[in-house]
């Protein structure tokens, strides 16, 4: 009964991971991370079938440590990974690079591969501890290959805790609206990961039948998630991108003397400028307002733009945007007493009204609703 359930649940995993794969695919239009995501969930499902193979032709108790579950499992980690690294510096995986990173999986592959055709010794184990008990080449290249695995595995996580708020700093000083952007979806990603991996290590290690149904379940439950949430993120497109490198862009690239009274005067004109423009020319309006645009009409760099609101102007970009847009709501609930909180956040320049909401108990301490009420 229970092989039957949990052959049930591989063939769901399969075909979800197939379906999910070509969603991803066919909606991801220029943003590679989600490309990068699908590829991913149709090489899950390449190893489901593997594993499933595997199964169905063993009258015994499963095999432990499967060289072909083994490799493609390594592969589909360092795809994940590789989903982690274009989430957070778009732009920096070029193709070259994605050769060099999954290179080590590909080489371990073909060892094994050689190995396998030159007539090499291979065993078939049932358990972790039997695999330590024939301590040859085929074990020296599963573990090998085992070990690339943990460390595709280990890297997103490390790179999520490492850098996800300094992406979070990011976003606030190049986009008015960042919190559209689920800033905690870095955070989930890396959880979902550790489970869908955790799992993983049951499915590849163990031979109880319980632990594979629970261990199915689990996994088909935790792919849904990372599909659903990854096809209806927003993307922020970003004018710059990582392709030169890992490292956020140098804020110190056009200041020369921070001390400079020309400098400290120049500053200080064009943050006027800017924010005269704000007034009369309304930017905030457009809910996709980024710091770019602003360079379309000011003749200074990005990072300029961005040290001038930090410095001069005391905010991000983001929050000085959403100083405008608050003011602005704030003049269209007096003005307009019956017009609905949802159409105030759109006419304001918000993109959702959960996004006005916080903004605005940002600006004011209250929530929309009672300010009105309270005016």
């Not at 499992?73 to 990173?101: D, H, K, M, Q, W």
């Not at 396998?116 to 049932?126: K, V």
Request: charged share 25%; with cysteine; net charge negative.
């Amino acid at each position: 009964m229970l092989d039957k359930i949990q052959f049930l649940l591989s063939l769901q995993i399969i075909g979800f991971c197939v379906f999910g794969g070509t969603t991803l695919l066919l909606r991801a239009g220029e943003n590679r991370a989600k490309k990068i995501l699908g590829w991913g969930m149709y090489s899950w499902a390449i190893m489901a079938v593997v594993r499933l193979s595997v199964n169905l032709y063993l009258h015994e108790a499963k095999e432990a440590f499967h060289p072909d579950v083994l490799i493609i499992g390594a592969l589909v980690t360092a795809t994940l990974a590789c989903y982690v690294i274009e989430v957070l510096r778009p732009g920096y995986l070029t193709c070259r690079r994605f050769l060099v990173f999954i290179s080590p999986v590909v080489v371990g592959g073909l060892a094994y591969l050689a190995y396998r055709l030159s007539g090499g010794e291979i065993h078939t184990y049932y358990s972790l501890e039997e695999v330590f008990e024939f301590f040859n080449m085929d074990v020296l290249l599963r573990m090998t290959v085992f070990a690339l695995t943990l460390f595709y595995m280990v890297l997103p996580v490390y790179l999520i805790a490492r850098y996800s708020k300094d992406f979070k700093v990011f976003l606030a000083e190049n986009v008015s609206d960042p919190e559209e952007y689920d800033l905690d979806w870095l955070k989930k990603t890396m959880i979902i990961l550790i489970v869908l991996y955790g799992f993983y290590l049951v499915l590849l290690l163990t031979d109880i039948p319980v632990m594979y149904v629970i261990d199915k379940t689990v996994l088909l439950f935790a792919w849904y998630y990372f599909f659903y949430k990854a096809l209806f993120l927003k993307v922020v497109v970003l004018d710059y991108s990582f392709k030169d490198g890992w490292d956020l862009p140098n804020q110190q690239d056009d200041v020369n003397n921070d001390d400079d009274d020309e400098h400290g005067i120049l500053s200080k004109r064009y943050a006027e400028e800017v924010n005269a423009w704000f007034e009369k020319e309304k930017p905030y309006l457009r809910e996709d307002l980024r710091l770019t645009d602003l360079q379309r009409v000011f003749p200074i760099s990005r990072s300029y733009l961005s040290q001038l609101f930090n410095r001069e102007l005391g905010q991000s970009f983001s929050d000085y945007v959403n100083q405008f847009r608050i003011e602005e709501s704030k003049r269209l609930m007096d003005a307009e007493p019956n017009a609905s909180i949802q159409e105030i956040a759109e006419r304001s320049g918000f993109h959702s009204i959960s996004t006005f909401r916080r903004a605005f108990q940002k600006c004011t301490g209250t929530i929309p609703s009672d300010y009105r009420n309270n005016r």
